[in-house]
């Protein structure tokens, strides 16, 4: 198993681009989401997903989108990336009942 | 206030001591997850607690629901646990898996 695998690793947009962050997990899981990790604060939850076709808005949805078409993948889309939005982002699966929690490698996303 | 809080943010060890982290939380959960983040790594569950205490190793996580406190434990430490340790917390909605709420984790350093 890859377990979470997330692409690319490091990207750098200018202001106003958008992109989409990969996110893959060969789990079978239903619960999957993605986190915001800025310096000084806690990991913050963007978007999640209960299963396929089924999105949610976590604490900080502003400026990102989500789509589940599969239960396997589960990508972000910054629309029009600002600078507020530098950050290392992680996406996340989870077992039934959240008993085990999984993490992809992390993307470092910088714009300028 | 913030809904998982952990201490001390940051603490400095020297090889082989005792070492405890500590997370005190004011919602209702369903679980309790530490996680270890090295740096510019990604992010790893280390214990899952729902009640009691679990041992990994040198590693040991204790909670106590009724005080919503929990304690992450190093024995014997080294410098490659060096790291972030993050408490997060699996909320309850109405009988369904939650979302984690994540402390803003505490750096832990130890000096050969």
């Known amino acids: 198993n890859a377990g979470v695998t997330q692409t690319p690793k490091f990207q750098v947009l200018k202001t106003g681009q958008s992109m989409t962050l990969q996110c893959a997990q060969d789990m079978n899981h239903e619960y999957m989401s993605w986190y915001r990790q800025d310096p000084g604060m806690g990991l913050r939850l963007i978007h999640y997903s209960v299963g396929a076709g089924i999105t949610d808005q976590g604490e900080v949805p502003n400026g990102y989108n989500v789509s589940r078409s599969t239960t396997e993948d589960f990508p972000l889309r910054l629309l029009s990336a600002a600078p507020s939005q530098t950050s290392v982002y992680f996406c996340?699966?989870?077992?039934?009942?959240?008993?085990?929690?999984?993490f992809g490698p992390g993307t470092r996303l910088t714009v300028l | 206030k913030n809904e998982v809080e952990q201490s001390p943010q940051n603490l400095t060890a020297q090889e082989g001591e005792f070492i405890t982290i500590n997370c005190s939380y004011s919602?209702?959960?369903?679980?309790l997850h530490w996680l270890q983040q090295h740096p510019g790594g990604g992010i790893v569950s280390l214990f899952m607690l729902s009640s009691g205490k679990k041992k990994h190793g040198r590693l040991i996580a204790t909670i106590n629901i009724q005080e919503k406190h929990s304690s992450l434990h190093i024995t014997a430490s080294h410098p490659r646990d060096s790291a972030v340790y993050i408490c997060?917390?699996?909320?309850?909605?109405?009988?369904?898996?939650?979302?984690?709420?994540f402390g803003k984790g505490t750096k832990l350093s130890v000096k050969p």
């Open positions: 997060a917390v699996l909320g309850v909605i109405g009988g369904s898996q939650g979302n984690l709420i």
């Open positions: 996340a699966s989870s077992s039934p009942r959240g008993t085990s929690q999984y």
């Open positions: 919602v209702g959960i369903s679980a």
